[in-house]
T-cell receptor, first 117, second 110 residues
Framework: GAVVSQHPSWVICKSGTSVKIECRSL??????MFWYRQFPKQSLMLMAT?????????EQGVEKDKFLINHASLTLSTLTVTSAHPEDSSFYIC?????????????FGPGTRLTVT | GENVEQHPSTLSVQEGDSAVIKCTYS??????FPWYKQELGKRPQLIID?????GEKKDQRIAVTLNKTAKHFSLHITETQPEDSAVYFC?????????FGSGTRLQVQP
């Protein structure tokens, strides 16, 4: 159990366009999901915390108008990269936890490789 | 916010030797410390974790120690095997959001 999927697994888009990435918890309800970004040979950096039914909390330095996060249901969170630029090219990974007060473990999705040309 | 430092950045050992990776954290409110193994292009895999009320935890060849007073924790891998070669990340958690260390590339030479 505790499977998290992401779609798409990779995407190439042109500069100036928008891209939506989906993160789904397949066999559990996730009241909280997290979005991370990982540049090549670097660590994972938390971008935002997404709570079902409320606005996402963004980390310092992350533009909330550029990285739109929606957590509309207990099993789905989406990240939309708006007006993408080459510097947004990265590996985007989501994670989910089962419920507040439950186990601490985060379950990671397989990641989405975004390339902006 | 939380800051996690990880050393060394690269570690090369001979098969069968032990490997130790160390991390320090800044926020004494952190209460959960997982370790992840990540292979190229893949998701991080949890290999062991420890809560702040525990000083040591072991799972077969892998162990983690936590010193809350000094705010540091370490990963110990014994009897290393070539398949242990990967990038390892430590992390610290406050209210569930994870702050990751910078990573250690472990190479186990056969």
């Amino acid at each position: 159990g505790a499977v998290v999927s992401q779609h798409p697994s990779w995407v190439i888009c042109k500069s100036g366009t928008s891209v939506k990435i989906e993160c789904r918890s397949l066999d559990f309800q996730a009241t909280t999901m997290f979005w991370y970004r990982q540049f090549p040979k670097q660590s994972l950096m938390l971008m935002a915390t997404s709570n079902e039914g409320s606005k996402a909390t963004y980390e310092q330095g992350v533009e909330k108008d550029k990285f739109l996060i929606n957590h509309a249901s207990l099993t789905l969170s989406t990240l939309t990269v708006t007006s993408a630029h080459p510097e947004d090219s990265s590996f985007y990974i989501c994670s989910a936890i089962r419920a507040p007060g439950g186990p601490y473990e985060q379950y990671f999705g397989p990641g989405t490789r975004l390339t902006v040309t | 916010g939380e800051n996690v430092e990880q050393h060394p950045s690269t570690l090369s050992v001979q098969e069968g030797d032990s490997a130790v990776i160390k991390c320090t954290y800044s926020d004494s409110a952190s209460n959960y410390f997982p370790w992840y193994k990540q292979e190229l292009g893949k998701r991080p895999q949890l290999i062991i974790d420890i809560r702040s009320n525990v000083g040591e935890k072991k799972d077969q060849r892998i162990a983690v120690t936590l010193n809350k007073t000094a705010k540091h924790f370490s990963l110990h891998i014994t009897e290393t095997q070539p398949e242990d070669s990967a990038v390892y990340f430590c992390a610290a958690s406050i209210r569930r959001a994870l702050t990751f260390g910078s990573g250690t590339r472990l190479q186990v030479q056969p």
